[in-house]
């Protein structure tokens, strides 16, 4: 029987799509799985990475993962920006030398999908670097727009509300000294 005409003479190898294989990595897929996802074991895998890519899984995974950045600032205004690598699947949504705002990485990892420029990320808690997902949420312009008008005016409200109570409690003394004032004229 004849060998199949490789350099090894073993089995043909099997296709391994890179760019497949880093939007895998991108959805947190462990070796095992993308592996598994090409029908090769996890040695072959590792064997391949080191031929044709020259890197460790690891290296490759970090390199293809939204949540190994290497670099990460806090910039003026109080937002926080990371750099990702260039075959990152939301690099698009970075500027030209890599960096983008967190919080943007953050809620386009939840969709599975990056960001049009226009949509924007509302904080919650209005901590800029506090970027959570559960603090993070995605809203249109004119929504943002009505949201900081409503909770401007929740935080004037509470304000005033806290200054009411304490001219309250001012007024409530103020009442008892009286009272005790005319209970010692009446009594003395």
């Known amino acids: 029987m004849a060998r199949p005409n490789n350099k090894n003479g073993g089995r043909p190898k099997k296709p391994i799509d890179w760019k497949e294989a880093e939007k895998l990595c991108v959805l947190q897929c462990s070796e095992l799985e993308i592996a598994d996802w090409f029908h ?62 967190e919080h943007r990485l953050i809620v386009a990892k939840r969709l599975g999908r990056c960001l049009h420029s226009w949509e924007i990320i509302h904080h919650k808690d209005h901590i800029r670097d506090h970027n959570v997902d559960s603090n993070l949420q995605l809203v249109s312009a004119d929504k943002h727009t009505q949201i900081t008008i409503l909770e401007n005016k929740i935080d004037r409200q509470s304000h005033l509300l806290e200054e009411l109570r304490q001219q309250i409690k001012l007024v409530q003394w103020q009442n008892k000294e009286l009272l005790e004032s005319l209970r010692d004229r009446v009594n003395g």
């Open 40 to 101: 090769i074991s996890v040695d072959t895998l590792a064997r391949r990475l080191k031929e044709e890519r020259h890197q460790s899984f690891k290296g490759f995974f970090a390199q293809n993962n939204p949540e190994k950045v290497y670099g990460r600032i806090k910039i003026k205004g109080g937002y926080v920006r990371v750099k990702i690598f260039p075959s990152n699947f939301f690099y698009p949504m970075a500027r030209k030398d890599g960096w983008l705002l």
